[in-house]
């Protein structure tokens, strides 16, 4: 178990650049997930994978925001014109699958990105 | 929906003192809860659950939680705090959907620890 590996740890971008994040899971964990925590916030849901399958995005994934999964191996969460509403640590975890939702989320360690 | 609240964005304690926070939840299910860690710069990591069976789970770093479900409440206390056990803590819910579970995470109790 290598844990949740997420690149960059820090992002700094300008005001209407795109970005992208990228996560490698647990190697075993089929799902995975992308969070968003702002300041003094817990994280919040933005979208989430079975194997390759994006199964469901929050309200707040606006049409800037894409993530994939290909192959179901690592993801990318992808922010398009970036504003700086955006400022948030992304937070990516990833889930075996067991059927029932008792399973923990094994968190990485974030990406903080600064729009300027 | 699910739901989580979390009573106090800080818990100030001194060193040896009981550490307890609260955390209420809604749900129309039977709930799965969660209690996380995160310490500055780092992501969440997993304290204890409360699935099914035994409501007092005992967790890592000698927390535990007790799930009472006549008050919706999953409160999380260790019996003397150490000044390591400073950090942000996170209570979560999950949600079914669509044949999965969604964490849904409180706003967090950050924990002071004064020597």
């Known amino acids: 178990d290598t844990g949740v590996s997420q690149d960059p740890r820090h992002k700094i971008t300008k005001r209407g650049q795109n970005v992208t994040f990228r996560c490698d899971p647990i190697?075993?964990?089929?799902?995975l997930y992308w969070y968003r925590q702002t300041l003094g916030q817990g994280p919040e849901f933005l979208t989430y994978f079975q194997n390759e399958a994006q199964l469901e995005k929050s309200r707040l994934l606006s049409d800037r925001f894409s993530a994939e999964r290909p192959k179901g191996s690592f993801s990318t969460l992808e922010i398009q014109r970036t504003e700086q509403g955006d400022s948030a640590m992304y937070l990516c975890?990833?889930?075996?699958?067991?059927?029932?939702?008792?399973?923990?989320?094994?968190f990485g360690n974030g990406t903080r990105l600064t729009v300027t | 929906a699910q739901s989580v609240t979390q009573l106090g964005s800080h818990v100030s304690v001194s060193e040896g003192a009981l550490v307890l926070l609260r955390c209420n939840y809604s749900?129309?299910?039977?709930?799965?809860l969660f209690w996380y860690v995160q310490y500055p710069n780092q992501g969440l990591q997993l304290l204890l659950k409360y699935t099914t069976g035994a409501t007092l789970v005992k967790g890592i770093n000698g927390f535990e939680a007790e799930f009472k479900k006549s008050e919706t409440s999953f409160h999380l206390t260790k019996p003397s705090a150490h000044m390591s056990d400073a950090a942000e803590y996170f209570c979560a819910v999950t949600r079914p959907s669509g044949g999965s579970y969604i964490p849904t995470f409180g706003r967090g109790t950050s924990l002071i620890v004064h020597p």
């Open positions: 975890a990833s889930e075996r699958k067991t059927g029932t939702g008792g399973s923990p989320l094994h």
């Open positions: 190697s075993e964990h089929n799902r």
């Open positions: 749900s129309s299910v039977p709930p799965y």
